[in-house]
């Protein structure tokens, strides 16, 4: 789904979860007054410095010095984006996500193809290092120190002095021009038609 709910939505899971629930499933709770204390899941800690306060749906911890609200630590805890943890508590809690518009739909579409798009021209371009036209710059990469495995995890890629190779490799895997021109991938000649 799409990465901005509306307000409605938020508030709507907000009022449905209940922090104490949530945190209680990570860290065991104890009462405290009005609040209740645990250690806490951020750092290791041998005093519990973590505290949740039921009434505002808030939580702190002292040693770390960090808090929030339950989407917050969904987000800490689970290492999620905010729209990941809305997510999580709207399922969670049985609160229905919105149908996205079709726009949104059409955004969502569109940000995938070009997501799919930029892996195609970096998976070419660490074609590329690894064909002959490529070894001048494995050499260079060996001169300064990086070797195969590091640049296969960094993703390194070579690109050959050729006009029309990633074109050529991004429409055999059915990416249009337009998509190209509008991902940044190619530009439009200065002389000429084509990219």
């Known amino acids: 789904m799409g990465s901005s709910f509306p307000q409605s939505f938020i508030e709507g899971v907000r009022d449905a979860a209940d922090i104490v629930q949530v945190i209680s499933d ?5 009462r405290a007054g009005s609040r209740l204390k645990g250690s806490c899941p951020f750092h290791q800690e041998k005093t519990p410095s973590f505290s949740v306060d039921p009434q505002n749906q808030l939580f702190y911890c002292f040693g770390f010095q960090t808090g929030g609200d339950l989407f917050k630590f969904v987000m800490l805890y689970e290492k999620v984006a905010f729209p ?13 996500l919105p149908k996205p518009s079709p726009a949104a739909a059409k955004a969502d579409n569109e ?22 036209g490529g070894r001048r710059c494995r050499d260079y990469l060996q001169h300064r120190g990086i070797d195969e495995s590091v640049a296969k995890r960094l993703g390194v890629g070579y690109a050959p002095d050729a006009w029309e190779g990633l074109r050529q490799h991004l429409s ?18 200065q002389k000429g038609q084509g990219c």
């Open 111 to 132: 940000r995938d193809r070009l997501q799919t798009m930029n892996l195609a021209a970096a998976e070419f371009f660490r074609s590329m290092l690894a064909h002959d």
């Open 26 to 30: 990570y860290v065991p709770l104890k």
């Open 84 to 96: 990941e943890a809305v997510e999580m508590l709207a399922q969670r809690f049985g609160v229905p």
């Open 172 to 189: 055999s895997k059915r990416f249009g021009t337009d998509e190209m021109l509008n991902g940044g991938l190619v530009l439009e000649r």
